[in-house]
């Protein structure tokens, strides 16, 4: 391995000597430089305002001080300023872009800082009833709903029923406190003369329901065994 011994400026041979020398140094400076500007970039974490980022005192200080280590040298003090000012310009210009990132009012806020859409969901009525048969036999085997679940919080204590049917939701409660008979469900819907079809000939023994055609659409209303109805519209 070949070690190269820096030259004093006394022992060089000639220009080659020289450039070498002056390339190796220049390529020190600028290692340090680069060292020097990561400093810099991490001084914005402490700047809070731009004004604090350009740091106008400390930039006259500096290059005073340059000014006067450039003189102990032997160089000229307003070349050295010039080179510091010009390089400090730039490095200011980098630290803001760096601040700006961390600092701006965007940046600032915080990621989840959208809040999310209020929506709704379809809403679902708790209909009255009183006698767990009776409800099955209307909603389940007359108007062809499902069970999704069955609550009673403990065997004897009043059932809470979720049925459903074709995207039509609806609760169906024994607790007194969660509705009184004689509510009625508005229900849009499509294929009216379907459905009325499909309950005509399930010869239900408590309603023979047809068609009635509103101002608003054609109407179809069922009655519950609890005095509420469902009232189908198509328009
Ligand atoms: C690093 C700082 O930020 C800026 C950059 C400077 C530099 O490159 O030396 C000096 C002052 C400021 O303009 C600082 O405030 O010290």
Known sequence: MEVIIPLQPSECAGMEDIRREIDALDQTVIKLLGKRFHYVLAASKFKTSATSVRAPERL???LATRREWAEAEGLSPDAIEKMYSDLVNHFIAEEM???AAQHTASAMLPQESTPPAITFDKPIPILR?????????FYLDFLGFSVEFEHRFETGLPLYLGISRDGLQLHLSEHHGDASPGATVFVPMHNIEGLRDELLAKRYGYGRPDIVQQGWGQVLEVYDPFGNRIRFCQS
């Open 60 to 62: 006259k200080t500096m």
């Open 97 to 99: 872009k760096h601040w």
């Open 129 to 137: 009833m009183f006698d767990e048969t009776k409800a099955r036999e």
